[in-house]
Nanobody, 121 residues
Framework: QVQLVESGGGLVQAGDSLTLSCTASGRAIGSYVTAWFRQAPGKEREFVAGIFRDTYYANSVKGRFTISRDDAKATINLQMNSLIRDDTAVYYC?????????????????WGQGTQVTVSS
């Protein structure tokens, strides 16, 4: 089973950029489908971006966020540009076996502890 640890969250202003990292251990991250989810206060967890052979994005972040994977460093990064207040949430890294990037969280069986991103106006 892969273990995931997120880092890079923080407090930023609207329009700023921030990069989140997810470090994987236990197994080669390149063999997993990996994704970022987020959960804002009072809202359900939602899919943000995923990667395996291709990348996939939620409409709300398309064009602003970029997901990437560094197999040598065993990290999955989420570059977030042009941040807005609605991006405020706890961001989670997730992984699952297979080749399909699912948008449903229940499809993923490994999760990190989450990292807080707060965007102020």
């Amino acid at each position: 089973q892969v273990q995931l640890v997120e880092s890079g969250g923080g407090l930023v202003q609207a329009g700023d950029s921030l990069t989140l990292s997810c470090t994987a251990s236990g197994r080669a991250i390149g063999s997993y489908v990996t994704a970022w989810f987020r959960q804002a206060p009072g809202k359900e967890r939602e899919f943000v971006a995923g990667i395996f052979r291709d990348t996939y994005y939620a409409n709300s972040v398309k064009g602003r966020f970029t997901i990437s994977r560094d197999d040598a460093k065993a990290t999955i990064n989420l570059q977030m540009n042009s941040l807005i207040r609605d991006d405020t949430a706890v961001y989670y890294c997730a992984a699952t076996s297979g080749t399909t990037v699912f948008t449903a969280g229940w499809r993923y069986d490994a999760w990190g502890q989450g990292t807080q991103v707060t965007v102020s106006s």
